[in-house]
């Protein structure tokens, strides 16, 4: 059975730097890519990126680039979404999510989410 | 970047009624790459359709997409009452964005 665990719930102040996890399994982990999805309070879903952990390659929305840091260990088969430093406007649900299969990025196995609450 | 535009913001229907959704993109999606998503209220998104028209795995058949190039649609044919939730699309033609979703609501 594929699953994705993701890390715990996170209070933050801003300016702080930030790493949160996707652990994979039921799969083989490098041979699928993992996206990350961010969902404000109340709003909409918003693709961040994309990384396929076989080889790091990484793809980021325009809107992401140069916000956030995607990465991904294949010897723990978990994926990160790192910040380095947050703002207040980072406040949300994130989401990590595997492509339902292979070279197919519609997201078809996803975690269940990691708060991020970014506050003075 | 391809913008998706969904319509209608909310749809109030009763059960047992057909539902049609619409997403517009702002540019043709290659290969019929587009996808649909339920999500209910503290879950996680669910895939529904892929590929613009394929179900995925366990997705019931009142569910199906049609639609290529800028044009896209998921009807759901007879409304059952679990399924009124906020729906998505999604395009990963190139790089990937989402819709601004759609709320089915109970009339």
């Known amino acids: 059975e594929v699953q994705l665990v993701q890390s715990g719930a996170e209070v933050k102040k801003p300016g702080e730097s930030l790493k949160i996890s996707c652990k994979g399994s039921?799969?083989?982990?490098?041979?699928?890519?993992i996206g990350w999805v961010r969902q404000m309070p109340g709003k909409g879903l918003e693709w961040m990126g994309i990384?396929?952990?076989?080889?790091?390659?990484?793809r980021y929305s325009p809107s992401f680039q140069g916000q956030v840091t995607i990465s991904a260990d294949k010897s723990i088969s978990t994926a990160y979404l790192q910040w380095s430093s947050l703002k207040a406007s980072d406040t949300a649900m994130y989401y990590c999510a595997r492509e339902y299969s292979s070279e197919n990025w519609a997201l078809g196995y996803w975690g269940q989410g990691t708060l991020v609450t970014v506050s003075s | 970047e391809i913008v998706l535009t969904q319509s209608p913001g909310t749809l109030s229907l009763s059960p047992g009624e057909r539902a049609t959704l619409s997403c517009r993109a702002s540019?043709?999606?290659?290969?019929?790459?587009l996808a649909w998503y339920q999500q209910k209220p503290g879950q996680a998104p669910r895939l529904l359709i892929y590929?613009?028209?394929s179900r995925a795995t366990g997705i019931p058949d009142r569910f199906s997409g049609s639609g290529s190039g800028t044009d896209f649609t998921l009807t759901i044919s007879r409304l059952e009452p679990e399924d009124f939730a906020v729906y998505y699309c999604q395009q990963y033609g190139s790089s990937s964005t989402f819709g601004q979703g759609t709320r089915l609501e109970i009339k």
């Open positions: 540019q043709s999606v290659s290969s019929a790459y």
């Open positions: 990384i396929y952990p076989g080889d790091s390659d990484t």
């Open positions: 039921g799969y083989r982990f490098t041979s699928y890519w």
């Open positions: 590929g613009a028209s």
